[in-house]
Structures are given as C-alpha cells and as structure tokens.
C-alpha cells in the first residue's frame, strides 16, 4: 500500500443544503449559504485529533472515530493508501439534526479532503466525489447540491447515481426557520409509508413539474408547486410545531416547506422584500406560542458547492 505523504495542509469548504424543497422528495435538493469548514493538515506523528468549533463542539469525538476522520481513513484504505496522521480542525456552522445536510457536507467534506491529499495521478476528482458521498449517505439529494452548488435535480441508477443542475430565477430567497430541537433523518424517514396510491403519486409528479418551473421562471407558482403529497403529512407527528408553523405561513401566502427530514421549516421566497415579510410572519407566529425557539435567518443560494483550498 502507498503512503499518504505527510506535511499537507488544505482547508475544505461545504455549504449546508435543503432537500426535496417540499414535493421533489429524494430529488431537488438546494445548496444555502451557511459553510462548514473543515482544515486538515498530515503529519509524521502517528493518531488522529479532531478539533471541532461551532455546532457539536461539545458532544462529538475528537479522535479516529469522529465521522469525518473515519471517512478520510477508510476512503484511503479503500483506494489502497496508508494514512499519515491527521490533525483536523471542524468549524461547524450548519446545524445538526435540523435537516440542512449536516451530515452530507461531513461526508462531502471529508470525501473531498481525502481525494485532495492524494497523489494527483490518484485523485478522483468531483464526479467521483459525488458518487462515493452518494452511496455512503444512500440517495444524492443532499450530496448533489453539496458537490455542485445551486439547485440540483438527481437520480438513482443500477450503476450509480446522476444529478444535474437546474435553472434558478435570480428573484429566489430562501428563508429558513430552525427551532432549537432535533429530528433524526432516520426516526422521519421511519414513518413513511410503504407504498402510496397512483393517484397520489401523479399528483405529487405535477407539483414537482410546477415547482422546476417556478424555481427556473415562475417565481409566483411557489405556493402551488411546493405542495408535497408524498412525505411532509406523514412526518408531521414528529414535528408538530414545524408542521404548525407550515400552515401557518402558507396559509398567509408564502412557499412554505420542510427543510429536508426537518423539524427546519425553508420558505422559497420571489425576492428580498417577500423574505423579509415571511420571516416577519414566523417571528410573529414564534412570539404568540410557546414550543421551541425560532431562529429566523433570509439566506442565499451558494451558487457553487464544495472547494478545496491548499494552504
């Protein structure tokens, strides 16, 4: 096995993503512009150490078995090489547990970290990226957008995984409201059904083409293209107040929608002063009930995905 060369330093930066945008259920996914930053430096010393900044600095491992660090370790191992030691710094602004691919920027990071240390005639490059990050998550819907940047339409083949960029209207803003709880994407993925009715499934297909064109060229068809049939109701036990504030914000006219597996509540909005309105109405809602604490921020697209810096 070949040895990874020691005395490199890159810094890798994600940015957080929201998936199915309300109907494209493991299909559309966003990339917003709240990054992760991931330094990583290879050293002769023996051992890993994690630093970790920001979201989970007080509950995740700072070794071998911290999830970013045990994917650069096995993507090596894999590709046949030796690993160096490792010294990581994680600055961590994506919030975890909140559906904004906290987990798909770590792999994606780490993936990308990995193949950057590598000799170059090794490197893989992003298309390979995307594909390992895809089959360790298990669907692309939120690695796409953290690879790629911008919005994403994406697939699952025998042989792998697709994905292409879609057109984005430059009036869209997504505001986010993320409560001071967590859901784990696999309790809401938990309670899903099985199967559901063709007709059901036509009618949720319509809204995924409606959605394409008002994200692309139709702003104001947000409200009728985020309606999902297919996944949102069924999740919406376990996250009663995000489900309360959904209909409550769409009820008032805006595009609101479950932030990938949630509780995160996005609403797509057709420009700044629609944001700023929506995010008033969620504070609005927030002051008039107890439950959990809003933070209510207007964010952008991030118009790219991952990069690698070379320090």
Same mark, same amino acid.
């Given at each position: 096995m070949a040895q990874i060369?020691?005395?490199q330093s890159i810094a890798v930066h994600v940015p957080a993503t929201?998936?199915?945008l309300g109907p494209g259920f493991d299909?559309?996914?966003?990339?917003? *512009? @709240?990054?992760d930053t991931l330094v990583v430096h290879t050293v002769a010393e023996p051992g890993v150490s994690v630093a970790i900044t920001g979201e989970g600095s007080k509950t995740l491992p700072t070794d071998e078995t911290h999830l970013i660090a045990k994917t650069i370790l096995e993507r090596w191992a894999e590709l046949g090489f030796t690993p160096a030691g490792l010294r990581i710094e994680a600055r961590n602004n994506i919030p975890h547990g909140r559906g904004m691919g906290s987990s798909a920027a770590a792999m994606v990071s780490a993936l +990308?970290? +990995?193949? +950057?240390?590598?000799?170059?005639? *090794? !490197?893989g490059g992003t298309e390979e990226i995307f594909q390992a990050a895809s089959r360790w998550e298990g669907h692309p819907d939120n690695v796409a957008p953290a690879v790629y940047g911008g919005l994403t339409l994406s697939w699952t083949t025998d042989s792998g995984f697709g994905t292409v960029q879609g057109v984005l209207h430059p009036d869209i803003v997504p505001v986010l409201a993320i409560p001071d709880i967590e859901l784990s994407t696999e309790a809401a993925r938990g309670l899903l059904p099985a199967t559901v009715p063709h007709a059901v499934a036509a009618a949720n297909g319509g809204r995924v083409g409606l959605l394409i064109h008002a994200l692309a060229h139709d702003p104001a068809s947000l409200m009728v293209g985020t309606q999902d049939f297919l996944h949102q109701g069924f999740r919406a036990p376990a996250m009663a107040p995000s489900a309360e504030l959904i209909?409550? @914000? !769409? +009820?008032?006219?805006?595009?609101? @929608? @479950? *932030?990938g597996a949630g509780p995160t509540v996005m609403i797509l909005c057709a420009g700044q002063q629609q944001a700023r309105e929506a995010a008033d109405v969620v504070s609005a809602f927030a002051a008039d009930r107890s439950g959990p604490n809003w933070r209510v921020q207007i964010e952008s697209v991030a118009p790219t995905g991952v990069r690698v810096e070379v320090l």
């Open positions: 060369q020691a005395g929201s998936a199915n299909v559309l996914g966003l990339a917003l *512009s @709240v990054w +990308a970290a +990995a193949d +950057a240390l590598l000799p170059a005639a *090794s !490197r209909e409550h @914000v !769409r +009820a008032a006219g805006y595009a609101a @929608v @479950v *932030s």
